[in-house]
């Protein structure tokens, strides 16, 4: 008599452990690498590591904006294309920040290749960094890797040309600093906390041909606070 009382328990740990080997194969399916914006196409690309995550955006963006899961860098995202406006990007960006509570990460792909020449932009398998841009012996400073504070971090992909930081200095008025970002090598243009001054820095950089994207400062990592060739 036992041991018919004990069936429906040991059915019930039976399909527990099915239901749980399913959930695991589930989770361990490949997320596909982001694909990259089109030409003068702004990408949003939000940060949503768990399915909750994921579903809580859906539920709260309207039909129409198309997304995607997928991987960027290291990061499980949302894929939100089709802004031709910085504005409209920068608009959703905020809302997708305040009502979800995601961070946001906005790229683009320029519509000019100013900067020649240059590989068109990936979000996947992009070439790694062989050496580091060089510093001029007067410009040398101790290595000290540290975290940027909260705030707004606008990266700049050299494609491994360390050559481009003068043109990046020039179009951004400044000294440019050299960045680890999702575990890759990025030039650093602008670290604020103003967001209207990091989005214009980011407009500027699109026209001058570069690839750039704003990121949460808070996971970037300070190499270099001022390269030079």
């Known amino acids: 008599m036992h041991r018919f009382q004990t069936l429906?328990?040991?059915?019930g740990l039976a399909i527990a452990g099915l239901i749980s080997g399913a959930s695991s194969v589930l989770a361990q399916q490949t997320i596909p690498p982001c694909q990259p914006p089109n030409a003068g196409e702004y990408l949003l690309l939000v940060v949503s590591p768990t399915a909750d995550n994921q579903k809580q955006l859906r539920s709260a963006l309207p039909p129409e904006l198309k997304t995607i899961t997928c991987k960027y860098l290291n990061e499980t995202v949302t894929r939100i294309g089709g802004f031709n406006r910085i504005d409209d990007a920068n608009r959703w960006?905020?809302?997708?920040?305040?009502?979800?509570?995601?961070s946001a990460i906005?790229?683009?792909?320029?519509?000019?290749a100013d900067v020649q020449p240059k590989p068109q932009p990936q979000l996947?398998?992009?070439?790694?960094?062989?050496?580091?841009?060089?510093?001029?012996?007067s410009q040398q400073t101790v290595y000290n890797p540290q975290a940027l504070g909260e705030g707004y971090a606008v990266l700049v992909?050299?494609?491994?040309?360390?050559?481009?930081?003068?043109?990046?200095?020039?179009?951004?008025g400044g000294n440019v600093g050299?960045?680890?970002?999702?575990?890759?090598?990025y030039l650093l243009a602008v670290y604020t906390t103003?967001?209207?001054?990091?989005?214009?820095?980011?407009?500027?950089?699109n026209n001058g041909g570069f690839v750039a994207s704003i990121v949460d400062s808070r996971k970037v990592i300070l190499?270099?606070?001022?390269?030079?060739?």
């Open 8 to 11: 429906p328990s040991v059915l």
């Open 93 to 102: 960006a905020r809302y997708v920040s305040n009502i979800v509570g995601l």
């Open 106 to 112: 906005i790229t683009t792909r320029p519509t000019t």
């Open 124 to 137: 996947q398998a992009r070439p790694q960094l062989q050496r580091q841009p060089q510093l001029q012996p």
């Open 157 to 172: 992909d050299y494609y491994n040309r360390p050559e481009l930081v003068n043109s990046v200095q020039q179009v951004v």
């Open 178 to 185: 050299f960045v680890s970002y999702g575990q890759r090598p």
């Open 194 to 205: 103003n967001q209207t001054e990091a989005y214009n820095t980011l407009q500027k950089l």
């Open 223 to 229: 190499l270099r606070s001022t390269v030079r060739l």
